[in-house]
């Protein structure tokens, strides 16, 4: 298993940037899968951003060329670079670990699609 504790998020005007982290901790091995999701009050969510252990990536469309998903294996630790924030992007993100070695992608990500996940911290992108 392994505990997730996501941070960074708070309000940021509209053209700002952000940087998320997500510390995981309480695993014997690293997960192959991890990702960013974000949920917006009365939307659906949303899978922002997967990366697998081979360091593939995905992106959502409404955040290609604006959000980079990283890992720094050595920290334990992912991260989420959201540069050109628009007020869309306002929501409480999430992150997602899962041991399985096929990873959805950004557009498959659900909840049911990753074993473990943080409690969130929330973006609030203002106009």
């Known amino acids: 298993q392994v505990h997730l504790v996501e941070s960074g998020g708070r309000s940021v005007q509209a053209g700002g940037s952000l940087r998320l982290s997500c510390a995981a901790f309480?695993?014997?091995?690293?997960?192959?899968?991890m990702g960013w999701f974000r949920q917006a009050p009365g939307k659906e969510g949303e899978g922002v951003a997967v990366i697998a252990g081979d360091g593939m990536t995905s992106y959502a469309d409404s955040v290609t060329g604006r959000f980079t998903v990283s890992q720094d294996n050595a920290k334990n630790t992912l991260y989420l670079q959201m540069n050109s924030l628009k007020p869309e992007d306002t929501g409480m993100y999430y992150c997602a670990a899962d041991f399985g070695h096929v990873c959805p992608t950004a557009a498959t990500m659900t909840w049911g699609r990753f074993g473990y996940w943080g409690r969130g911290t929330q973006v609030t992108v203002s106009s």
């Open positions: 309480g695993h014997t091995y690293t997960p192959f899968c």
